[in-house]
């Protein structure tokens, strides 16, 4: 029973990471056109802050104790993700945003690799061809042209990829040991916090109404802010990180999706084929084989990491 409850876990996990995937792709065009009409941080600054206030809101009811350690370790975590999308947004300024997807979407190599070296553990062959994989497919979603430059823009989306990394990973760590409402509202606060200065001193007012950003924000908070941190944090108590990095790599395809229906925006046939490689990749990474009575049989499972303790 322990064990079935287990798998019950973790097949939700992925659901909902899947699903919070989705909707950080699907809002990739209403960020877009949001941010066209502000300036980014005002616009971070207002979507991270309603979202913390709101959750904050919530604890009247919820009653989650709250200590010095949980503080911290969430602050670490919006410090980290704030480092993603300050150095995506400056990235943005120097290079195409295709390469910036492409290298954003590192992420997914540097986790495996950064896990190992941080906690000291082995990397599964079954991680690193999964991670292979959907790299490949990144490069054929993202890439336009034929050359590509390396520029100072590249070298930050390239950080960029660093930091979302150490997020994930230390997001899968502090999820078994911290409250998940309290790291998550913290951690979304300090990116609300950090995106108001940085607005700040650039000159621009992110505490003023905005109504042409309206409907960008109702979405952005309820579905790709509350809802998707909220499942990330939570559901990475159940997956391992190198997982939770290949479901991520959907984001693209999911956006690529969503474009084409709202914008007439076509992948083409190169675009096609990557988003099949990162899907195969995320199957081959979760997928174990084992000889049994000479045949070959084959059943998803959790990383070796997770299979010693119930959570």
Not at 94 to 110: C, D, E, H, K, Q
Not at 243 to 254: D, M, N, Q, Y
Request: hydrophobic letters at 55%.
């Amino acid at each position: 029973m322990i064990l079935q409850n287990k798998k019950l876990k973790i097949a939700g996990a992925y659901i909902l990471l899947i699903l919070t995937t989705f909707f950080w792709g699907v809002t990739f065009v209403v960020v877009k056109d949001a941010v066209n009409q502000v300036d980014v941080f005002v616009f971070l600054a207002q979507r991270f802050l309603a979202a913390s206030c709101i959750l904050l809101l919530l604890w009247p009811f919820l009653k989650r104790p709250i200590d010095g350690k949980t503080l911290l370790k969430g602050s670490v975590l919006g410090i980290m993700l704030f480092g993603g999308f300050a150095l995506q947004t400056l990235a943005l300024l120097y290079t195409s945003a295709s390469n910036t997807a492409f290298l954003t979407g590192l992420n997914v190599i540097f986790v495996p690799l950064l896990y190992a070296v941080i906690f000291k553990k082995a990397i599964a062959a079954k991680s690193l061809a999964g991670a292979g994989l959907a790299f490949m497919g990144l490069y054929l979603l993202c890439a336009t042209g034929t050359n590509w430059s390396f520029n100072k823009g590249d070298l930050l989306g390239f950080a960029c990829s660093i930091c979302i990394a150490i997020h994930i990973i230390y997001t899968g760590k502090y999820a078994r040991e911290y409250d998940v409402y309290w790291l998550t509202t913290i951690q979304l606060a300090v990116i609300g916090l950090l995106s108001l200065l940085i607005a700040y001193f650039t000159g621009y007012d992110a505490l003023v109404w905005y109504p042409e950003i309206r409907d960008a924000l109702i979405i952005c908070v309820l579905f790709a802010t509350i809802f998707a941190f909220l499942v990330q944090t939570g559901m990475q108590q159940f997956i391992s990180p190198s997982s939770t990095a290949l479901i991520f790599c959907l984001e693209p395809v999911f956006a690529a999706i969503c474009a084409y229906f709202l914008i007439d925006e076509n992948i083409g046939v190169k675009g096609l084929i990557g988003a099949g490689l990162i899907l195969l990749g995320m199957i081959l990474s979760e997928i174990k084989f084992k000889k049994k009575s000479h045949v070959l049989k084959y059943k998803f499972s959790p990383d070796p990491a997770l299979s010693k303790s119930d959570h």
